[in-house]
């Protein structure tokens, strides 16, 4: 696991700063407009995106065949790329938050107050939780259809999330259950839970897509 | 002697090819030559030997034990495929860390021994090391956790005399350890006459032979002869036959038995390029 971690952080090390310059161009591009609570999810989610990337490296240089010569087991390789996801949302969401605190005090969108500062890092835990489940949608996605269908597949796995929460939103109206400021903040407050439920879902779904695969 | 590797009854069956009930087995200390024409089903043999197909009948052992059943077993295994299987803006050092962390039995100070002694540079990328550097570095890595079986899958291709020169060395210098063994694809045939010691023919899928390199090298044989000549030739002696613009070239299998025979002919030795050539090109024999 931990080689598998090493391998893509080393790989993707190669594109930070190209990273790091786009989050830059958008701190200045969103935060005067958009405020600083979008930015932190623009960066997480630009993060958590980066998922994929891991994988058109892996194609790139067949490396999945040769892990699998390695002391290293498919469900290794595939929680592999999980705990990966989750660094990738972590950092996204650590540097969102630098950013748009910084931002967003130079551009005088934030106050610095108890309340202003609670607020973003809730949001910062949010947006981890937004892409976490975005991000775990693409690696089932990605493991069945190739790499190199990554941009439909990143839209997909950004959509049926999206799909399934206006189902259940649906449902609810349906079953006359108003959703209320604090039945939003409560559902929240619940996000990380049924994020990491989520994940687990689909690392169980990425394992069985995978193991029947020949690489 | 014990077999590290036992194939038996291989099967794979594609669309437009089936690798047809393949088996051998290297014993300990000996290096197995794989060979045949592009697309006979050397590399399928491979990626079927380490479950990367699922192959649809057979049974792999190494040292008796299934792949499947133990993760140490490929601690003992080491892989060369035929291209470097580490992205490309990667170093040497960060390979090296990214296979440290895989292998328990990674041996960090061999790793830089390899690296120094192949002149491989420590912190340039991948994609500017020459395709004979980048080989090397993966015989480092099959190396470095201290393997007792290596595996290469076309190894030597696209590689200069020189650079190929060189790796087979360092094959040479692994096979010291008795306990050692190689098991190698190739189509380069005159790297396998150097160094192996068991030659496996693989045509269409199928094993045509499993012999030693040196019963191939100094008793198989090849009989030029004209066309009147040819349909004197007792068939049961002809293993493969091919006609050239002026004379019929014969493969048998006793050299020594056929000049007795066949006086008038000249019988000169095979090289394992011949035999190839013939089996590939030519016709087989009944």
Not at chain 2, 107 to 135: A, C, H, T, V
């Amino acid at each position: 696991m931990k080689s598998l971690i090493l391998k893509d952080l080393f790989n993707i090390g190669h594109n930070v700063k190209s990273m790091m310059f786009i989050l830059v161009v958008l701190a200045f591009a969103f935060i005067p407009f958009s405020g600083a609570e979008g930015y932190i999810f623009i960066c997480t989610i630009l993060c958590s995106m980066m998922i994929v990337t891991t994988f058109a490296f892996d194609d790139h240089s067949k490396w999945t065949r040769y892990a699998m010569i390695m002391p290293i087991s498919k469900k290794e390789l595939v929680g592999g790329k999980f705990v990966i996801l989750v660094i990738f949302c972590a950092i996204g969401s650590l540097v969102g938050l630098i950013g748009s605190f910084i931002g967003g005090l130079i551009m005088k969108k934030i106050v610095l107050d108890p309340a202003g500062v609670g607020r973003l890092l809730f949001l910062t835990l949010v947006a981890w939780v937004f892409s976490l489940i975005f991000g775990s949608m693409s690696i089932p996605l990605v493991f069945k259809f190739g790499a190199e269908k990554a941009r439909v597949l990143l839209l997909v796995s950004f959509l049926i999330p999206a799909g399934i929460c206006c189902g259940i939103y649906q449902i609810l109206s349906m079953l006359g259950i108003v959703m209320t400021d604090r039945t939003v903040f409560i559902l929240l407050c619940c996000s990380p839970v049924l994020a990491v439920i989520w994940a687990y879902v689909m690392y169980r779904i990425s394992c069985h897509v995978f193991e029947k695969q020949e690489v | 002697m014990d077999a590290i590797l036992d194939v038996q009854n291989l099967t794979k069956h594609y669309k437009d090819f089936t690798l047809d009930h393949v088996s051998f087995s290297i014993p300990q200390g000996t290096i197995m030559g794989l060979i045949g024409e592009n697309g006979a089903g050397k590399s399928t043999t491979i990626n079927a030997i380490f479950d990367l197909i699922h192959k649809d009948e057979g049974i792999v052992t190494f040292w008796g034990q299934e792949l499947s059943s133990s993760k140490q077993l490929k601690e003992d295994i080491g892989v060369v495929f035929d291209g470097i299987n580490f992205y490309e803006t990667l170093t040497p050092v960060k390979v090296g860390k990214i296979a440290g962390a895989a292998y328990q039995q990674w041996d960090r100070q061999l790793f830089q021994d390899y690296l120094r002694r192949f002149r491989l540079p420590l912190d340039k990328e991948i994609k500017s090391l020459s395709k004979g550097m980048k080989m090397k570095l993966c015989i480092a890595v099959a190396l470095s956790h201290k393997p007792k079986l290596l595996i290469m899958d076309e190894a030597t291709s696209g590689l200069d005399p020189v650079m190929r020169d060189d790796i087979l060395d360092v094959f040479l210098d692994f096979v010291q350890d008795e306990n050692h063994s190689i098991l190698m694809s190739s189509h380069i045939t005159t790297d396998l006459e150097k160094i192996a010691d068991f030659i496996t023919f693989i045509h269409q899928g199928k094993v045509l032979f499993c012999k030693t390199k040196d019963e191939l090298r100094y008793k198989y044989g090849i009989i030029h002869c004209g066309t009147a000549m040819f349909d004197q030739i007792d068939k049961d002696d002809i293993l493969a036959f091919r006609k050239d613009d002026y004379q019929w070239n014969i493969l048998v299998s006793d050299k020594d038995s056929a000049r007795r025979k066949y006086k008038n002919a000249v019988v000169d030795s095979a090289s394992i390029d011949d035999i190839l050539l013939l089996y590939v090109k030519g016709e087989q024999g009944k």
